[in-house]
């Protein structure tokens, strides 16, 4: 990170550097002062007072910060299990209640439809009200829907209560929630977390997200053995919204800790919501990062949604694309956990993110051309493994890479931005694909189901999610850098927080 000459008096300059060591924890984390220590404290603040120079900050963090990370982490993995706790079970749902497959494939699509414009409101709400009022919203919008879910499949009540209707109401409050769950991670980072824990605690808390939804595409198939076992599923998914719902309303009592955990935390949210759109808007390294991480979310959607589709075509069975979802999310948590405590640890946001967009490609690349062989199991899963490795662990670093390039707007506003494009490049990506494709013609070798009687085309489907790729790693060619270049990033705000005070 480059020096800012002439832009700080000396005073700053000592304060900055006599800040590292001053942060302490009430768990320990912090040095113990001896009396050599209180006695070197005490010259130091009288010479600082002799010259006029201010007294270095104070900062404390605290342990409850990992409570708070833990319900958070609770609240989204419980979300994600309710959002596609219907896509691996459909044929059996559609059975249960008498509806179409397509009417049971809204019950995921309307957390997307649902996103776009709630995430505005919910950026404003993050960066105006905070995080607990955020997080206990959205915890008891998530445990009413699952229960309205549970409630409306029961055939004991009465019928006003019962069917699909009132089970797309509990569905439609979950996916309200879901906003106010996927922006908070950056937010509880900032606020609670000390500077070299901030990308590990960002990474845990959205990395639960993806592990909600290997839970749910694991457990709907074992516990509906049968269309009976239904409303077991849903009963059993509504117990850790309720445990989340409860943590948060009792638990988390202040949005932020008594005392910062660093200087940027001092000057978190400093601007007003409409002022910071705007300047995100015009920040033109945070635009490069906007429009290249929401194609890579808009590729990794669509071949999450498409994949047993692209695969049936050349034999491949249910079973075995199920085995490639699950290796893609799981190897994704591994490479996020790797990647986030070595960015803790290096500072090196804008490498990693390169590094990673950059081999994400090639891996979307290499997929585009095994996905059209048959019989390529070792190849085809291989494949999926490493695109799940290094695109996930894109999601949390560039998350944090959005605020640190965005500084001082708002953490909710900045990440907020980018889950928008992700959500609008998903929709365009997923109905261009959709278009892709051709009537099947009598195949010896497709495991295509009557009711998929269309298939992705193979070069063109496969072709154009390499093609988001490519789009990745032209953007992380022209993104030079320039966020931690930029005028004032947040981690001049720890180094020399007068400086980028507002």
């Given at each position: 990170m480059g020096e800012h000459p002439g832009t700080c008096s000396d005073g700053v300059r000592l304060m900055s550097e006599t800040r590292a060591g001053t942060d302490q924890d009430e768990d320990g984390d912090g040095d113990d002062n001896d009396d050599?220590?209180?006695?070197?404290?005490?010259?130091e603040d009288r010479r600082r007072d002799e010259e006029g120079v201010p007294h270095a900050p104070q900062f404390q963090v605290f342990r409850r910060r990992w409570f708070v990370l833990s319900v958070l982490c609770l609240l989204n993995c419980s979300n994600a299990m309710l959002w596609l706790s219907f896509a691996p079970v459909a044929d059996q749902t559609a059975q249960y209640l008498r509806v179409s497959v397509d009417q049971v494939n809204w019950l995921s699509i309307v957390y997307m439809v649902v996103a776009i414009p709630v995430s505005f409101m919910t950026t404003w709400m993050l960066d105006t009200w905070g995080l607990r009022v955020s997080l206990v919203l959205g915890s008891w919008l998530n445990m009413v829907g699952g229960i309205l879910r549970y409630i409306s499949i029961l055939k004991p009540v009465p019928a006003?209560?019962?069917?699909?209707?009132v089970l797309m109401f509990g569905q439609t409050l979950c996916a309200l929630a879901q906003p106010l769950v996927i922006f908070s991670p950056t937010k509880l980072a900032a606020l609670w977390f000390p500077v070299h824990q901030r990308a590990t605690a960002n990474m845990l808390a959205s990395m639960a997200n993806p592990v909600g939804l290997l839970c749910a595409n694991i457990l709907s198939p074992l516990i509906v053995e049968s269309t009976n076992n239904l409303p077991l599923m849903l009963g059993i998914y509504a117990v850790p919204a309720a445990v989340a719902c409860l943590l948060a309303t009792l638990g988390i009592q202040r949005s932020?800790?008594?005392?910062?955990?660093?200087?940027?935390?001092?000057?978190?949210?400093?601007e007003p919501f409409f002022q910071g759109m705007k300047l995100l808007?015009?920040?033109r390294p945070y635009m490069i990062l906007l429009l290249c991480f929401g194609g890579g979310t808009g590729a990794f959607t669509a071949f999450s949604t498409l994949l047993e589709q692209i695969l049936c075509v050349k034999g491949y069975t249910d079973d075995f694309a199920?085995?490639?979802?699950?290796?893609?999310?799981?190897?994704?948590?591994?490479?996020?956990?790797?990647v986030g405590l070595c960015v803790d640890r290096t500072k090196q946001f804008t490498e990693a993110t390169k590094v990673n967009m950059s081999l994400s490609a090639l891996a979307l690349t290499a997929f585009a051309v095994v996905s059209q062989m048959q019989d390529q199991r070792v190849a085809v899963a291989t494949v999926c493994s490493l695109l799940g490795f290094f695109g996930f662990a894109?999601?949390?670093?560039?998350?944090?890479?959005?605020?640190?390039?965005?500084?001082?707007?708002?953490?909710?506003?900045?990440?907020?931005?980018?889950?928008?494009?992700g959500q609008v490049q998903s929709i365009i990506y997923t109905m261009v694909l959709q278009a892709l494709t051709q009537e099947l013609a009598d195949s010896p070798f497709s495991t295509c189901?009557?009711?998929?009687?269309?298939?992705?085309?193979g070069p063109w489907g496969g072709g154009f999610i390499g093609g988001g790729g490519g789009g990745q790693e032209w953007g992380t060619?022209?993104?030079?850098?320039?966020?931690m270049q930029a005028k004032c990033n947040r981690a001049d705000g720890d180094r020399v927080p007068e400086q980028c005070r507002p």
């Open positions: 050599n220590d209180d006695d070197h404290k005490d010259d006003v209560m019962w069917g699909f209707p932020v800790p008594p005392s910062p955990p660093s200087a940027s935390a001092e000057t978190s949210t400093s808007l015009r920040n199920g085995l490639c979802g699950a290796l893609f999310i799981f190897c994704g948590v591994l490479g996020a956990a790797i894109v999601y949390p670093i560039a998350m944090e890479l959005s605020v640190e390039c965005s500084y001082p707007v708002g953490e909710a506003s900045s990440s907020g931005l980018i889950f928008v494009s189901e009557a009711l998929s009687w269309r298939g992705t085309k060619g022209h993104f030079s850098g320039k966020c």
